[in-house]
């Protein structure tokens, strides 16, 4: 499958004789079926009513307190791959109407940054499109979309964290398109909040309820997705792949932060003070 929905199953095999997975491992053949159908028609409102049962129960049990079964421990990511996957397919359908080839990023890693002496760093991000392409004669995937997602409480600290990414991403090519997706319990301050989503250039509450009762199952919404696809299409659609290949590199003349520190073993920063 496109969308490598085997990544998730193999998490479940992992604890297939776990009371929490066995019953998601008994669905998964039905949520499969639900995949390649909306990939290959794009109806949403059915895909989201078919996978109901499986998505129900996953939420569930991952609210469960930690250590109380696998789907609750946040360290081996089953619940996290499930809502990674879920647009993941949106991603698939976005990737096949892009006027250029662009793959899909479920595993791997990306361009973040890259300096003048030659030196490329990359990232791994939850979900989106590259294009492949040479960077200094090697092989490379330079990020289209890059998309992070959060479950659970999205707090100041955790959005501030995601935005400095985002701005990283910006500053070796400002064309790339960010996204954040997180359930739905955002509590960052109202007057706080363009401050420190400014580098985001997408921000979606998946299931589409901010604030109401957390603690409660909500469908996962398929107007969302829809909007999603039909937006990043649009956009992708007045680009070319000229727009995400051409990056700006950060100077490496000055020595760097662990250079200068064997060197002298103290380190201060010019400070200018403003009136």
């Known amino acids: 499958m496109t969308v490598r929905a085997e990544l998730h199953r193999n998490l479940l095999n992992s604890y297939s004789q776990d009371a929490a997975v066995i019953p998601l491992i008994e669905m998964w053949p039905d949520v499969e079926s639900a995949i390649e159908d909306v990939i290959a028609t794009g109806d949403y409102d059915s895909y989201v009513a078919r996978i ?6 996953i939420w569930e049990q991952s609210r469960q307190p930690r250590g109380s079964n696998p789907v609750a421990w946040p360290q081996w990511k089953i619940y996290p791959s499930w809502a990674e996957l879920n647009w993941a397919l949106v991603y698939e359908r976005v990737r096949q109407q892009t006027p250029y080839d662009t793959q899909l990023i479920r595993t791997g890693k990306v361009v973040e940054s890259a300096t003048t002496d030659g030196t490329v760093t990359f990232k791994d991000v939850d979900g989106g499109l590259s294009i492949k392409g040479q960077l200094d004669s090697r092989s490379v995937q330079f990020p289209v979309v890059v998309m992070e997602h959060k479950s659970g409480h999205f707090d100041k600290p955790l959005c501030q964290g995601v935005n400095a990414m985002a701005q990283r991403f910006h500053k070796t090519n400002p064309n790339v398109i960010t996204v954040q997706i997180t359930e739905n319990n955002i509590t960052v301050n109202r007057n706080q909040t363009m401050q420190v989503i400014n580098e985001i250039d997408i921000f979606i509450v998946d299931r589409g309820h901010n604030q109401k009762n957390r603690d409660q199952w909500w469908a996962r919404n398929s107007q969302e997705m829809r909007q999603h696809e ?37 380190l201060a920063k010019p400070k200018h003070f403003v009136q």
């Open 52 to 57: 109901e049962p499986y998505d129900r129960w």
């Open 230 to 266: 039909l937006h990043l299409v649009e956009l992708l659609n007045t680009t070319t792949r000229e727009h995400f290949s051409q990056i700006c590199r950060e100077s490496s003349e000055l020595p760097s932060f662990r250079d200068s520190l064997d060197r002298e073993n103290y």
